[in-house]
């Protein structure tokens, strides 16, 4: 599977590129799903991929549809592996990480939006710049959609319109993205005209 697509829209929707290596002090890599293949993709285009997985740390979960590519990034034999079960159990890993990383660390994210998103969010709150990270998504294009009105998050969504898990109002997912949510953003679909909603349609896989 290649890079997924992305349609641009509005300034704010995400765009990727394939990841590429670059030098650095260490190299994290954090992946879900099929986002496995897209580090495998990186390393075979790597002249010095041995010295690159010699600092490298992989952590890996499974991804919003089951794909689960572990033993892929196992075998690949980076000097540390870490496997999750998912992402809310990845993230204080990559925390611990974080606070322990130097300048000079390069980021790869790859896999669904979902998971480039939050570990994207949590590597810039710390302070590292924008420039050492790269996104490449892979697979499920499900989203991690916030509601404007409740504040509540609900992950990985398929349809549109969608039913708010916390509120339950009726949203339509947009494609304005907040990084600092990790999120797309829905809005009332029928604020003006109570009970007025079209019928959802499988927009995200």
């Known amino acids: 599977m290649t890079l997924t697509p992305v349609t641009p ?18 190299h994290l890599i954090v992946a879900d799903g099929e986002g496995a293949e897209a580090v495998t993709d990186m390393l075979a285009r790597t002249e010095d991929a041995g010295n690159l997985l010699a600092d490298a740390h992989i952590m890996y979960c499974p991804g919003p549809t089951g794909s689960d590519q572990t033993a892929v990034l196992q075998a690949i034999g980076a000097a540390q592996f870490f496997r999750a079960p998912s992402i809310p159990a990845m993230l204080p890993r990559l925390a611990r990480v974080l606070s322990a990383a130097h300048m000079g660390t390069q980021f ?35 989203r991690r959609v916030q509601c404007v009105h409740c504040k509540g998050i609900t992950e990985n969504v398929a349809t549109d319109p969608f039913r708010c898990s916390h509120c339950g109002l009726n949203l339509f997912v947009r494609d304005h993205y907040s990084r600092r949510m990790a999120a797309f953003q829905g809005v009332n679909i029928d604020a003006e005209d109570p009970g007025d909603v079209p019928a959802a349609v499988v927009r995200f896989k």
């Open 9 to 26: 829209t509005i300034r704010s929707r995400p765009v990727y590129a394939p990841l590429g290596a670059r030098p650095g002090r260490m």
């Open 108 to 142: 790869y994210l790859a896999g669904s939006e979902g998971l480039i998103g939050q570990a994207e969010r949590d590597i810039m709150n710390t302070g590292f710049p924008f420039e050492a990270i790269q996104k490449e998504h892979r697979g499920s294009t499900l």
